[in-house]
């Protein structure tokens, strides 16, 4: 009996390690999300315009079909943390068809473009993916 409960409890701890999401510190998501800003803003003028945006989603679209995949997407962040990944897939797959594609990305990008001037600047990026993610994962820090 004792030997059982033994294994009982071993088992649930060898599954308990259900790796908790955390996310980095807001200073260092900022660093992280400032970086990926510099990324998307291909010809360094200080802003994301359409076409730089529609770029991201392109270049993630590995056999150019049209549509990124949750593999094809997560395929550039293999080792790092998956679950924020994949929570912010199905977040940007707005109309949740297993599909991001071009259409998808441009509503996302009318939401961040808060002066609605087709560009979008660092802040309004570091803001609405703050904000997302906090969303998405209430309980870190
Ligand atoms: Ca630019
Ligand atoms: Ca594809
Ligand atoms: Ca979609």
Same mark, same amino acid.
């Given at each position: ?39 998307? +803003?291909?010809?360094?003028?200080? &802003? ?31 080792? &790092? ?39 979008? &600047?660092?802040?309004?990026? +570091? ?6 993610? &906090? ?7």
């Amino acid at each position: 009996m004792l030997a059982l409960l033994c294994l009982a409890v071993s088992a649930a701890a060898a599954m308990s390690p259900r790796q908790q999401v955390s996310l980095p510190n807001n200073h260092d998501l900022r660093i992280f999300l400032d970086q990926a800003f510099r990324n998307m +803003d291909l010809d360094h003028d200080g &802003t994301v315009d359409q076409a730089e945006w529609d770029n991201v989603i392109m270049a993630g679209d590995a056999d150019s079909d049209g549509c990124v995949t949750l593999a094809e997407y997560l395929s550039p962040h293999a080792g &790092t943390d998956r679950e924020i990944y994949t929570a912010l897939y199905h977040h940007f797959d707005f109309d949740h068809n297993g599909c991001l594609n071009v259409i998808d990305m441009q509503h996302e990008f009318r939401l961040m473009d808060q002066h609605a001037d087709g560009q979008l &600047t660092m802040h309004e990026w +570091d803001h609405y993916m703050i904000k997302i993610l &906090t969303h998405l994962f209430p309980h870190h820090g």
